[in-house]
């Protein structure tokens, strides 16, 4: 069993900066791409960014270009996303999601769809106000 453990959540005001981190047990990170998605009250989830098995490629969401930075650090079997200049709208519980199947990494660094995904943490809460 796949775990995925998020923390780096917190409360921020706006123009402020977190990073959060995915740490990895059970499993190393090398041979998986890596997601990350985000759920506001009310809304779907929504893909933020993602990260190649290589750690080579990424992709963003339009709405996160710029500001976010997705990195995958394998000596510590860590997948980190740096946000900065956040916003309210960013406000959201993150969660990190992990798969080897290439379909997914395809999927994720094209469209950013979480339904390949069939690992994931349990979140955790950014809430971006003054």
């Known amino acids: 069993q796949l775990q995925l453990v998020e923390s780096g959540g917190g409360l921020v005001q706006p123009g402020g900066s977190l990073r959060l981190s995915c740490a990895a047990s059970?499993?190393?990170?090398?041979?998986?791409?890596i997601g990350w998605f985000r759920q506001a009250p009310r809304k779907e989830h929504e893909g933020v960014s993602c990260?190649?098995?290589?750690?080579?490629?990424?992709n963003y969401a339009d709405s996160v270009k710029g500001r976010f930075t997705i990195s995958k650090d394998n000596a510590k079997n860590t997948v980190y996303l740096q946000m900065n200049s956040l916003k309210p709208e960013d406000t959201a519980i993150y969660y990190c999601?992990?798969?080897?199947?290439?379909?997914?990494?395809?999927?994720?660094?094209?469209?950013?769809?979480?339904?390949?995904?069939?690992?994931w943490g349990q979140g955790t809460q950014v809430t971006v106000s003054s």
């Open positions: 990260i190649s098995r290589s750690g080579g490629v990424t």
């Open positions: 059970e499993f190393t990170l090398d041979y998986y791409a």
């Open positions: 999601a992990a798969s080897s199947s290439p379909i997914a990494q395809i999927t994720c660094l094209t469209s950013l769809r979480p339904e390949p995904f069939g690992s």
